[in-house]
């Protein structure tokens, strides 16, 4: 019999705790530890409608990149954060959120994001230490690609993530050394520059870093934070599935970017 517990000692072993940011709320953000899983609903972001679907399927936990807990408050349904919370505590489903720590883990969101573009010899860049294997980890990470124009390139983005529309800056050079960060890693682009990129993909870019970006050179690319990040939910359920074959482990098949593009 499969525990919270027992998911959390293995989610944390692949994501642990200490790669996280100070601020983060990794972890269990709620449910009862010593509760049997058979089933567990792995998704993005544990918005509404995927704490519905949860409590629909009868998920016994809810497991996703984002954490439910952004700061102490009152729980109430008053708010959004508040209604997702007494949902599933109200249904006995607990929640799991590996954010920060899934980032900057090796085989995390930053390496399949490097992977789902079919970038080789991927490193990571300005690595804070090293994990029990001896791993390096990090936030970025930079490979190398078949040298091609941005065109070329940019749609290789649209296909590969599933973009609807992406926002870029041209540099006017060619693509073949290129750096990414999943989620919103815009200010992360002087470190990405400082690596040797020509190219770097991310999201939530603000005005003036696409400005930073032309005067440096760099071609950067906003392909979006939920399509740069939701690959990682895919490789997250089928380690669970590995390591937990009696339990049923269901990758969300509802959860899209509200984001739309006329």
């Known amino acids: 019999?499969?525990?919270?517990?027992?998911?959390?000692?293995?989610?944390?072993?692949?994501?642990?705790?200490?790669m996280a940011e100070d601020w983060d709320k990794v972890g269990l953000n709620c449910?009862?530890?010593?509760?049997?899983?058979?089933?567990?609903?792995?998704?993005?972001?544990?918005?509404?409608?995927?704490?519905?679907?949860?409590?629909?399927?009868?998920?016994?936990?809810?497991?996703?990149?984002?954490?439910?807990m952004w700061e102490n408050s009152f729980i109430t349904d008053a708010t959004t954060q508040g209604q997702c919370l007494l949902d599933l505590i109200e249904h006995g489903i607990a929640h799991i959120g590996a954010h920060?720590?899934?980032?900057?883990?090796?085989?995390?969101?930053?390496?399949?994001?490097?992977?789902?573009?079919?970038?080789?010899?991927?490193?990571?860049?300005?690595p804070k230490g090293t994990d029990s294997g001896d791993n390096p980890w990090g936030l970025l990470r930079i490979g190398d690609t078949d040298t091609q124009t941005l065109a070329a390139f940019l749609s290789k983005v649209k296909t590969e993530l599933g973009c609807e529309g992406l926002r870029y800056v041209d540099?006017?050079?060619?693509?073949?050394r290129v750096a990414v960060g999943g989620?919103?890693?815009?200010?992360?682009?002087?470190?990405?520059?400082s690596a040797g990129c020509d190219t770097f993909v991310t999201s939530d870019v603000k005005y003036?870093?696409?400005?930073?970006?032309?005067?440096?050179?760099?071609n950067l690319i906003d392909a979006?934070?939920?399509?740069?990040?939701?690959?990682?939910?895919?490789?997250?359920?089928?380690?669970?599935?590995?390591?937990?074959p009696d339990i049923d482990i269901i990758l969300s098949p509802n959860h899209r970017d509200c984001v739309k593009y006329c």
């Open 224 to 244: 979006g934070h939920f399509h740069t990040e939701n690959p990682v939910c895919a490789v997250l359920a089928e380690k669970l599935a590995a390591a937990f």
């Open 100 to 126: 920060t720590n899934l980032d900057c883990a090796p085989g995390g969101v930053n390496d399949t994001l490097a992977a789902t573009l079919g970038l080789k010899n991927v490193e990571v860049i300005a």
């Open 31 to 68: 449910g009862r530890r010593n509760r049997e899983v058979k089933k567990i609903l792995v998704a993005l972001d544990p918005f509404p409608h995927v704490c519905r679907e949860a409590v629909d399927i009868g998920a016994d936990l809810l497991v996703t990149h984002h954490p439910l």
């Open 1 to 18: 019999m499969a525990t919270v517990a027992d998911i959390l000692k293995f989610i944390e072993s692949i994501a642990p705790p200490y």
């Open 208 to 218: 003036n870093q696409f400005w930073d970006a032309k005067e440096l050179g760099i």
């Open 171 to 176: 540099s006017g050079k060619p693509v073949c």
């Open 183 to 193: 989620g919103a890693c815009g200010s992360e682009l002087l470190v990405a520059a």
